[in-house]
Every structure is written in structure tokens, then in C-alpha cells.
């Protein structure tokens, strides 16, 4: 697969394995003739809510002062990103640019941007680090109050797009918009990776792997000898699961629908799979029967209010902690019964693994090039850039875990 309008001249699995030297020359060579320039390059644009992705030729320009312009390798296919198609979130102006799960190669830096330089791995981060707000001064949280959640991230800092096609402005996606071959991002919201990184793997610390996995050994901090319930078995779910075994959980029940993914499940960890679907009862019945009292942690990685109910009272009463880590849509309400928590229940949410991002990713990354944890499996489908609408078929058909795109 070739890459078109841009400064690649090899096929993207030789520019995965060519070494370091080739890399930086390569890299020094599309400097030179981009920097500073505005570049014409394919993007997957959502024009309107509930309809196909379309490929688009798009302008992008280049990074203003403390940005940084990336030339994407690889993008995971996320739920979040299915729900924006869907229009479930509020505030989302089309035409967007969505993508949040990617992973690339820096093109070119503006003006006041330290510690980051043309030809550097680097992971776009979908929840910053500023570094000044009350949140990231706080050791116990990594809720950075420049995220999403609480300002638009539909433009960069100066309220304004980096992207343009056919004469309209298109906005950016969490600033993320890993949907494009190049992309513009705040500096400080970018984490520089191990210069070895195989990079069609490395996109899943821009949101699966740190989400999950940090759910379980940050969030919950599971302990080992415990046992725990994870529903929902997509990369996220799979990733809570590497978690639990990896904090020396000794009983590990997974939880879905769909029981093709329960091969998965067991490979990295799992002791127990059940399908909902095969009991007339309430799951969370089930697994108190097989648990006695109940697990001692429950992770819900769906996006669904009642399976987050049934996550929070399958856990031990007097002290079972259940982690919310699924997206909801955001009209979506709860009611729950207080003498569940007032018992001895603690309900918990987590974001990004509760993981400092610009801290922790290049950490998280180490860990992995050290064999800590093995990725591979999360990993099922692997389809050029231009086939991302199949992607999103095989996600809703739940026929994969982790469809990744190559540019």
C-alpha cells in the first residue's frame, strides 16, 4: 500500500522496519520540503451525523506556535468514534475529522516547541496534561481541565482549524482527528515513544490499552488473590483483563454477548467466560451464585447504564468497588437503589486509566518494549486507511476486538 500526497516513498510496512539512520533521513528530507507549508493529503471526513466516512483530499496547515504537525502511521477504530458518527455527542460540529487512537511520526514543529523534533515517535493524546490547572497538580487525579469534557475540543487553543476541504473549514476531533494523514496538535498534548515502537501496534496507547489497563492496576488497584468481573471483552475490556492478572488476581470472569470473544478472554487471562444470553436470570445474580458474595471488583467498559448497575451489584456488599469505564451516550441517566453503596460499595469512574497521560504513556510504552505485557491479540483486524468504513462494519457486526488502520 503506497501513501499518496506525501513525503513517503515506500510502503508503509518498509517504513515500519526500515532502520533508525534511513528513518531520520527520510524525515530530514520531508522537513525540508514541507515545513512551513500547507499539505494535501487524504482524510476520512463525517460531513453529517449517520452517514458514511468519506475519503476527502483536505488541506491541512501547517503547526502555528507550540504545535506540532504529525504524519499519522496508524489509527485504531474506537467505539467513542462510533458514537460521534452516530451523533451522540453534543457540541459536535460537522464536518469533523474524528479519530482518536493513533500513532506517528512528527513532520514538523512551530515556533516555542521544546522536547519534541521532526522524526519523533509520538502517540496524539485524547486527554492532555497541561500541567497548570488544580487537577493536574493533584497527584490523585489526571482529569485535565483543557479536556473535552470540559471545553469543545473541536478547534486548537486559538479557537481556530487546521483543516479545510473543498472551501469549508473542518474541525478537529478532541484535537486528536486520527482519521487523517496529517494532523496538527498542541505540543503538550503529544507523548514521544521508544524510537523502536512497531508502530501498527503502537496507536492502542492513545486510548485502549492505558484505559483499561489502568482501570485495573491504578483505578481499582486490584490486589492479588482477589476476584474479579469484567463486561464487555473489546480491546478496552481485554485490556482491564491483562490488568487484573497482571495484579495477581486469582479468579477473573469475563462478560459478553458475543462468545466469539471468549477464546480472547481466556488467552490473556480470564478464568471464567459467560454469555449473558444463556441464563434467565440477571447476570449479576449469576455471578454472585459462582462467587458466593460477590467479586471484589467489577469494571463496565460498554457505555451501558444497566450493565453499569449490574456491574455495581455484582461486587461484595460490604466492600465490592465497580469501575465505570464505558462512554454513555450523553443523554443517558442512571437510577439506582443508595443502600447499594450505603452497605459498603464504592462506584468509581475512570478516565484514561487514571493514568497522567503525558507522564505515563511513554512509561506504559517502555513497559511494553520490555515484554511486561504482550499486545498482540488485541489486535484483529489490519486494513488499509481507505477501508475504515469496513472497519466500523466489523466493529458493529462485533466481529472484531482491534480493527487498526495503516496509512
Not at 11 to 25: C, E, G, H, L, Q
Not at 36 to 43: P, T
Not at 317 to 342: E, H, N, R
Request: aromatic share 8%; glycine share 10%; charged share 20%.
Amino acid at each position: 500500500m503506497s501513501l499518496e500526497n506525501s513525503f513517503y516513498t515506500a510502503p508503509i510496512t518498509s517504513w515500519i522496519n526500515i532502520s533508525v539512520a534511513d528513518k531520520k533521513r527520510a524525515m530530514s528530507t520531508a522537513t525540508m520540503s514541507t515545513a512551513g507549508k500547507v499539505i494535501k493529503c487524504k482524510a476520512a471526513v463525517a460531513w453529517a451525523p449517520n452517514q458514511p466516512l468519506a475519503i476527502e483530499e483536505i488541506e491541512v496547515q501547517p503547526p502555528k506556535a507550540e504545535e506540532v504537525r504529525i504524519k499519522m502511521v496508524s489509527t485504531g477504530i474506537c467505539r467513542t468514534d462510533d458514537h460521534a458518527i452516530h451523533g451522540e455527542f453534543h457540541g459536535l460540529n460537522y464536518p469533523v475529522i474524528l479519530g482518536h487512537e493513533g500513532a506517528g511520526i512528527i513532520e514538523s514543529v512551530g515556533k516555542g516547541v521544546t522536547g519534541l523534533k521532526p522524526g519523533d515517535k509520538v502517540i496524539p493524546l485524547c486527554l492532555p496534561q497541561c500541567g497548570k490547572c488544580s487537577s493536574c497538580l493533584n497527584e490523585r487525579s489526571n482529569y485535565c481541565f483543557k479536556s473535552h469534557f470540559n471545553e469543545p475540543q473541536t478547534v486548537l487553543l486559538d479557537k481556530t482549524s487546521r483543516f479545510s476541504c473543498k472551501g469549508k473549514v473542518v474541525d478537529h476531533f478532541i484535537w486528536t482527528s486520527t482519521f487523517s494523514e496529517y494532523i496538527v496538535m498542541p505540543a503538550g498534548a503529544v507523548a514521544k515513544i521508544d524510537d523502536r515502537a512497531p508502530m501498527e501496534k503502537a496507536c492502542l496507547f492513545g486510548c485502549a490499552f492505558p484505559t483499561g489497563y489502568g482501570a485495573a492496576v491504578k483505578t481499582a488497584k486490584v490486589e492479588p488473590g482477589t476476584t474479579c468481573a469484567v463486561f464487555g471483552l473489546g480491546a478496552v475490556g481485554l485490556s482491564i483483563i491483562i490488568g487484573c492478572k497482571v495484579s495477581g488476581a486469582s479468579r477473573i470472569i469475563a462478560i459478553d454477548i458475543n462468545s466469539s470473544k471468549f477464546e480472547k478472554a481466556k488467552m490473556f487471562g480470564a478464568t471464567d467466560c459467560i454469555n449473558p444470553k444463556d441464563f434467565s436470570k440477571p447476570i449479576q445474580e449469576v455471578i454472585k451464585e459462582m462467587t458466593g458474595d460477590g467479586v471484589h471488583y467489577s469494571f463496565e467498559c460498554i457505555g451501558s447504564t444497566e450493565v453499569m448497575k449490574a456491574a455495581l451489584e455484582c461486587t461484595h456488599p460490604g466492600y465490592g468497588t465497580s469501575v465505570i469505564i464505558g462512554v454513555a451516550p450523553q443523554d443517558a441517566k442512571i437510577t439506582f437503589d443508595p443502600l447499594l453503596l450505603l452497605t459498603g460499595r464504592t462506584w468509581k469512574g475512570s478516565i484514561y486509566g487514571g493514568y497522567k497521560s503525558l507522564d505515563s504513556v511513554p512509561q506504559l510504552f517502555s513497559d511494553y518494549m520490555a515484554g511486561k505485557f504482550d499486545l498482540d491479540g488485541l489486535v484483529t483486524h489490519t486494513l488499509p486507511f481507505t477501508q475504515i468504513n469496513e472497519g466500523f462494519e466489523l466493529l458493529r457486526a462485533g466481529k472484531s476486538i482491534r480493527t487498526v488502520l495503516l496509512f
